[in-house]
């Protein structure tokens, strides 16, 4: 049975810094592309980062890019988002999760793509 967990959700000022963490069981990142996404309340779903299979590619959005960093360690089975200098506009349910489609073709939301899915952790930034 596939899980996958998030955590390092909190709140935190404008400018501080968390680092989220997604733990998988059950599933080897090998055979993914793994991504995050945010969805804030009234909002689309959001994609925020992509690492492709074995960790050979990142991708971010742009509202993201230069203050995120999506890495994996493979021997922990973990996924992670260092964010630093969050914004209010931030603030989101973050979720984790696994694309068999390894090359991190798109970072955008795509409906029904993905095979797994964690359960979310709340990030909430406040000027």
């Known amino acids: 049975q596939v899980q996958l967990v998030e955590s390092g959700g909190g709140s935190v000022q404008a400018g501080g810094s968390l680092r989220l963490s997604c733990t998988a069981s059950?599933?080897?990142?090998?055979?993914?592309?793994m991504h995050w996404f945010r969805q804030a309340p009234g909002k689309e779903r959001e994609g925020v980062s992509c690492i492709s299979w074995r960790g050979g590619r990142m991708s971010y959005a742009d509202s993201v890019k230069d203050r995120f960093t999506i890495s994996q360690d493979n021997a922990k089975n973990t996924l992670y988002l260092q964010m630093n200098s969050l914004k209010p506009e931030d603030t989101a349910v973050y979720y984790c999760?696994?694309?068999?489609?390894?090359?991190?073709?798109?970072?955008?939301?795509?409906?029904?793509?993905?095979?797994?899915w964690g359960q979310g952790t709340q990030v909430t930034v406040s000027s």
């Open positions: 059950g599933l080897t990142f090998d055979d993914y592309a």
């Open positions: 999760a696994a694309d068999p489609s390894p090359f991190c073709t798109y970072i955008s939301y795509i409906p029904g793509r993905y095979k797994y």
